[in-house]
């Protein structure tokens, strides 16, 4: 069949509307028409070649929502009509990692994911007779695309494609980052590097389990609204500081936080946020991804003197079990999700979508098929 996607023929180069072919679903796999898809920093990232997996040609898009159109022979657990939201994060609930319980880090496909291939090593997309790679086992910038079986969850049919897709990633990292991986308890004190469309979720994540302060950091000063939206307490624009950061954030949370999330994927910041943590138990969750080649470094004392370095993917979250229940959360109004979605975009105006997130004007696009 033929497919209308937004393509990224190289690295650094706008996407290029075309119309591309596409194999149906093999054994396992599932069609599904994207209906919406948000525009994630790491697309960006990947476009921009900062990323040691990043391939090109591909059909890049990992935050997706749509409807299963054909199945693969095999494949029990979702049908033709089906709603559902692809995982970037699989889980198949048989791997070693899935089995542990330990993890959300589903091994049973990353292997191919990570070199843009469907689990039997092909690529499902084609444009002049040349293969263009998948990307995170989603490419949801295609109206149609094909997925792993294990790479859906299946949502309810009453949830908006518009905002749902948004659960496909930033929603669940950053609601997840607070509930799953560091969780924090009610009355914890929260600090929160890059208000952006992850660090506004752990914000809420953080409103929603009953922190006391929430203190939001960014070099962008139109954030301090968006942060008290959604529950931040405090601002600090570390730009506008006459201390050291670490030092004004020990001093605001009375020694260090008890949990500090990192959303900017700036290993500088990474360290800021592991320091600014509370002598002895603080946390610090890094959400953030850096680019190729960067490594982060701290005085091994802090560890010694008890501060946790952490980090997580998709929130921590094991996608089929845990995305139907984020839908619920939202569909029920237990997380907000449409005032961050501050623009709507067909799929000819995605390149759009990059420059707003580049020029720090927008929260979260969402290109609409
Ligand atoms: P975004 O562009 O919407 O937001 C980033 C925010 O960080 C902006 O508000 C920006 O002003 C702020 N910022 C930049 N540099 C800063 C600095 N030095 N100090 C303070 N603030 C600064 O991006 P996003 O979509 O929210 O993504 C954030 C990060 O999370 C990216 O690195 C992305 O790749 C990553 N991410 C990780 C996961 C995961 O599973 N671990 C999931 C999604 C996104
Ligand atoms: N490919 C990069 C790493 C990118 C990365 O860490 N991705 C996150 C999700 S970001 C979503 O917006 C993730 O899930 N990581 C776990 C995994 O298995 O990829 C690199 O450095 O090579
Ligand atoms: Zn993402």
Same mark, same amino acid.
């Given at each position: 069949m033929k497919t +209308?996607?937004?393509?990224?023929?190289?690295a650094k180069a706008p996407l290029t509307i075309v119309e591309l072919d596409l194999e149906g679903p093999k054994a396992g796999e599932v069609l599904v028409e994207i209906m919406a898809t948000g525009i994630c920093h790491t697309d960006a990232y990947t476009l921009d070649g900062l990323d040691s997996e990043g391939i090109f040609p591909s059909v890049l898009g990992h935050e997706g929502a749509g409807i299963v159109r054909e199945v693969g022979s095999g494949v029990t657990t979702v049908k033709p009509g089906d709603h559902v939201i692809p995982l970037y994060t699989p889980e198949c609930r048989q791997c070693k990692s899935c089995l542990s319980r330990k993890t959300n880090l589903c091994t049973a496909i990353r292997a191919t994911q990570g070199k843009g291939l469907m689990p039997d090593g092909t690529t499902r997309f084609s444009f002049e007779?040349? @293969? =263009?790679?998948?990307?995170?086992? &989603?490419?949801?910038?295609?109206? %149609?695309?094909v997925l792993p079986e294990i790479a859906v969850a299946k949502i309810r049919e009453d949830a908006p494609f518009n905002s749902t897709c948004y659960i496909g990633c930033g929603v669940t990292t950053g609601v997840g980052a607070v509930v799953n991986t560091?969780?924090?308890?009610?009355?914890?004190?929260?600090?929160? %590097? /890059?208000? /952006?469309?992850? !660090?506004?979720?752990v914000i809420q994540g953080a409103r929603l389990v009953g922190a006391d302060k929430i203190i939001g950091v960014d070099i962008n000063d139109a954030k301090d609204e968006w942060g008290r939206r959604f529950g931040m307490t405090h601002f600090v624009n570390p730009t506008k500081l006459d201390g050291d950061i670490v030092q004004h954030?020990?001093?605001?949370?009375? !020694? /260090?936080?008890?949990?500090?999330?990192? &959303?900017?994927?700036?290993?500088?910041?990474?360290?800021?946020?592991?320091?600014? &943590?509370? +002598?002895?138990?603080?946390?610090?969750v890094i959400i953030g991804v850096a680019e190729a080649g960067r490594e982060i470094a701290t005085r091994p004392f802090q560890l010694v003197t008890g501060r946790v370095w952490?980090?997580?993917?998709?929130? /921590?979250? +094991?996608? +089929?079990?845990?995305?139907?229940?984020?839908?619920?959360?939202?569909?029920?109004?237990? =997380?907000? =999700?449409? @005032?961050?979605?501050?623009?709507?975009?067909?799929?000819?105006?995605?390149?759009?979508? %990059?420059?707003?997130?580049?020029r720090g004007e927008s929260i979260r696009s969402v290109v609409v098929y």
């Open positions: +209308r996607a937004a393509v990224a023929f190289e007779g040349k @293969p =263009i790679y998948h990307y995170m086992g &989603c490419s949801t910038f295609s109206n %149609f695309t560091a969780k924090v308890e009610a009355g914890a004190n929260v600090v929160v %590097f /890059g208000l /952006g469309g992850i !660090g506004l979720n954030l020990v001093q605001l949370t009375d !020694g /260090g936080a008890d949990y500090t999330f990192d &959303c900017t994927g700036n290993t500088t910041v990474m360290r800021q946020a592991l320091e600014a &943590c509370h +002598r002895g138990w603080g946390v610090s952490k980090g997580t993917a998709f929130g /921590g979250a +094991r996608g +089929r079990t845990d995305v139907p229940k984020i839908v619920d959360w939202y569909m029920n109004g237990k =997380i907000e =999700i449409d @005032p961050m979605i501050t623009h709507v975009l067909s799929l000819e105006q995605i390149n759009e979508g %990059f420059d707003l997130m580049h």
